[in-house]
């Protein structure tokens, strides 16, 4: 999965479009946490977790984020990690 949409737009006459992507858990991620006794799905989970929250990054208020997490963390399988 690949997804990270981001518009700078400088005129007022603009047209765009949203694009996204998906694809597989990169294997080295996978091979890293499993090599470190970490099971196949919670290394899954893990994973998909770090990507979800990577696009918090931007978020200033501290506050907003973490409950952003809380909520991304309760929606994704095993959140509770």
């Known amino acids: 999965m690949d997804t990270k949409p981001q518009l700078e737009i400088y005129a007022d006459d603009v047209k765009c479009s949203h694009g996204a992507t998906i694809g597989r858990i990169d ?5 890293y946490l499993r090599s470190r006794g970490i099971t196949q799905q919670a290394a899954q989970q893990m994973i998909l977790y770090a990507f979800a929250a990577e ?6 208020d501290e ?14 399988p095993g959140g509770n990690l």
């Open 27 to 31: 294997d080295e991620q996978l091979f």
């Open 63 to 76: 506050a907003l984020r973490q409950q952003i997490l809380a909520r991304i963390g309760q929606r994704l």
């Open 55 to 60: 696009l918090t990054e931007a978020i200033d």
